[in-house]
């Protein structure tokens, strides 16, 4: 009789759904095993000693043992379990959006190590940067060149001609920028000013900290947000839960800035 298969490794806790009367079942991104899926038995008991250390977010350091099906939690220690990102609902609904989207690019038992550090400095980062919504951005590029899913944005996906300065337009489906030539041929595109182009290609070129420097306007933010989630549905062919809880965290983010009575200067 073969005994179980026991060993250790560093995770980070992307989702948990709950099973049973008090398991959870966890998705976990490993630096050396790829993703995992795996159960933590008793672990929604008020005195479990896994509760706490298996939360989303969480980087922490795992015993696991091999089951018969998924993989049993035997142990669990939180290295990080990122404090302030849970304090503040624009970090959190932004570093869970991330979390969502690794789990929906990477495939099981995928290795995945470049994919888990780029999620564990992203987490880092979130606590650090000004701007959510910049490296949300960086991140989403980043995370899905490395799982083979790069848009082309130095050439025409329809002619093949080089990408110069002028009106473009980005294509879901062929995964690319379209020349003026091309693009009207083509059906459902989106519009890729010069500068939304120039953001994406620093971020591929630049390091991190460059990129946190960007001073981008809101309306150039929003373009490069909204040409990237397209491009992630389509390659998902759904639209992950994360993005629209942030939809609807920015649209009440700005009603409540409109909202706010507008100061008046006493006339001297």
């Known amino acids: ?108 038992e995928q290795l995945a190590g470049s994919q888990y550090h780029l999620l564990r400095r992203t987490l880092e980062w979130m606590e650090q940067w000004a701007s959510p919504q910049l490296l949300i951005s960086y ?33 879901p489906s062929l995964g690319g920028v379209l020349c003026p030539n091309c693009y009207n041929v083509e059906g459902r595109v989106i519009p890729l000013p010069v500068r939304v182009l120039k953001v994406l290609r620093y971020f591929l070129r630049e390091t991190p900290e460059n990129v946190a420097r960007l001073g981008l306007t809101e309306e150039v933010s929003g373009q490069v947000e909204q040409m990237l989630r397209r491009y992630i549905t389509f390659i998902l062919e759904r639209e992950l839960h994360s993005t629209r809880f942030l939809y609807r965290l920015k649209q009440l983010r700005a009603r409540m800035e409109n909202a706010m009575p507008q100061t008046v200067v006493p006339s001297a």
Not at 49 to 74: A, Q
Not at 151 to 156: A, I, N
């Open 1 to 108: 009789m073969t005994s179980p298969r026991f060993y250790k490794t560093e995770a980070i806790v992307l989702r948990h759904v709950p099973w049973g009367e008090a398991d959870v079942i966890l998705s976990l991104l490993t630096p050396n095993l790829g993703k995992l899926r795996a159960v933590a038995r008793g672990s929604r008991r008020t005195k479990s000693k896994l509760g706490g250390h298996v939360e989303p977010l969480t980087r922490v350091s795992l015993s696991l043992t091999t089951g018969k099906g998924l993989d049993i939690v035997t142990g669990a220690q939180a290295i990080d379990s990122h404090r302030r990102l849970r304090e503040d609902l624009d970090l959190l609904s932004a570093s869970l959006y991330c979390t969502e989207l690794s789990d929906a690019l990477v495939a099981d």
């Open 139 to 171: 991140f989403e590029l980043r995370l899905v060149d490395l799982s083979g899913f790069l848009p082309e944005l130095y050439h025409c996906v329809s002619c093949r001609s080089e990408i110069v300065p002028d009106a473009h337009a980005f294509s």
